[in-house]
């Protein structure tokens, strides 16, 4: 396999394991709202992801090195065409952070509550924007012959990449729902578990939509078997949480947003962002990769560090494993 195609599998790994792990991050940031009932309960969900969610953001910073580094063409046309979005979705994980670590810092009503909503806003809109923007990527936007984005805002925000938005909003959040099951203990456990299957149903109709459209607009044979797996992993994360099993319900829905996203990179390729123009001025693996060279001091280096922070980020998962609930709970300042 030459080594471009192989810095877009790489990619779409990367890809895969942000969403996979930042998703169940912005659903408890979304269920701060929809399932805790007060600030103790609040704090209980903010503290399942407390020790993690800075950790699962290195796979989005990873996503873009290597998008910038491998191939800088579609980078480049990426933040150029998607700018606003993306700034958005930037500002959002900022803002996001900084309400995790100050929100706790005062006691005020007023200045914890201000916090809380930060955090669901910022959980809520870029688990939102993520669908918009794979979405105009797999579609294809308006790409000129000298790989310059020549449309508009009003372009990306086209029904198919909408929905794309509404499916990553709802799979995150059952992600979210089902993590925050099997981290938790007492009533919010039995609540969150409710929760999760009726979000899992939910989310299961535009889901479906969404993969068929997909699936007719750009997929073949393998992005089909990937829609299958989606389909079956969806529903037996639906059928696992219901019976109680909060481990298998997690893996499944886990399994579920990995082959979701597969079947979106694998309806993509080889093009990396499909021109609506012209489809010989589409992106490609092939014309916007770099040199073979600079593509081949990146997999030795990818080969010696990537082990080394799937280890890191393994152990700390494990140190952190135990269930918690309010009555785990500090005293308040």
């Known amino acids: 396999m030459e080594l471009h195609n192989v810095w877009f599998v790489l990619i779409a790994v990367l890809w895969t394991g942000y969403f996979f792990l930042e998703g169940f991050d912005f659903g408890i940031g979304v269920l701060t709202?929809?399932?805790?009932?007060?600030?103790?309960?609040?704090?209980?969900?903010?503290?399942?992801?407390?020790?993690?969610?800075?950790?699962?953001?290195?796979?989005l910073l990873t996503a873009g090195g290597a998008t910038f580094a491998a191939f800088p063409d579609w980078y480049a046309t990426l933040f150029s065409g998607f700018y606003l979005p993306l700034l958005l979705i930037l500002v959002c994980l900022i803002?996001?952070?900084?309400?995790?670590?100050?929100?706790?810092?005062?006691?005020?009503?007023?200045?914890?509550?201000?916090w809380e909503h930060a955090i669901f806003w910022t959980s809520l809109l870029p688990a939102v924007l993520w669908g918009v923007a794979f979405g105009n990527i797999v579609r294809g936007v308006a790409i000129d012959g000298d790989k310059e984005f020549v449309g508009g805002l009003s372009d990306l925000l086209n029904p198919y990449a909408l929905?794309?938005?509404?499916?990553?909003?709802?799979?995150?959040?059952?992600?979210?729902?089902?993590?925050?099951?099997?981290?938790?203990?007492?009533?919010?456990?039995?609540?969150?578990?409710?929760?999760?299957?009726?979000?899992?149903?939910?989310?299961?109709?535009?889901?479906?939509?969404?993969?068929?459209w997909t699936q007719a607009l750009r997929g073949d044979g393998p992005s089909l078997v990937a829609l299958a797996v989606t389909v079956v992993a969806l529903l037996g994360a639906i059928g696992a949480v219901r019976a109680g099993r909060e481990g298998w319900s997690f893996a499944l829905s886990g399994?579920?947003?990995?082959?979701?996203?597969?079947?979106?990179?694998?309806?993509?390729?080889?093009?990396?962002?499909?021109?609506?123009?012209?489809?010989?001025?589409?992106l490609t693996v092939t014309n916007s990769s770099s040199s073979p060279y600079t593509l081949k001091i990146m997999t030795w280096l990818a080969v010696i560090a990537t082990p080394l922070v799937l280890l890191y980020q393994g152990w700390t998962y494990w140190v952190f494993r135990k269930r918690i609930g309010t009555q785990h709970l500090a005293d308040s300042h």
Request: no cysteine; hydrophobic share 55%.
């Open 95 to 114: 803002v996001r952070g900084v309400a995790f670590e100050y929100r706790h810092k005062r006691d005020e009503e007023r200045w914890q509550t201000n």
């Open 255 to 282: 399994i579920t947003i990995a082959a979701a996203v597969a079947m979106l990179f694998l309806a993509l390729f080889p093009n990396v962002m499909p021109s609506t123009l012209n489809e010989e001025w589409s």
């Open 33 to 59: 709202k929809l399932l805790a009932r007060d600030r103790a309960e609040r704090r209980v969900l903010i503290n399942t992801i407390g020790p993690v969610w800075d950790g699962n953001e290195v796979w």
């Open 163 to 212: 929905l794309g938005g509404v499916v990553t909003l709802a799979l995150f959040t059952f992600h979210g729902a089902v993590f925050a099951a099997l981290k938790t203990v007492g009533d919010i456990r039995m609540r969150a578990r409710r929760l999760a299957f009726r979000l899992g149903v939910a989310a299961a109709v535009p889901a479906a939509g969404f993969l068929l």
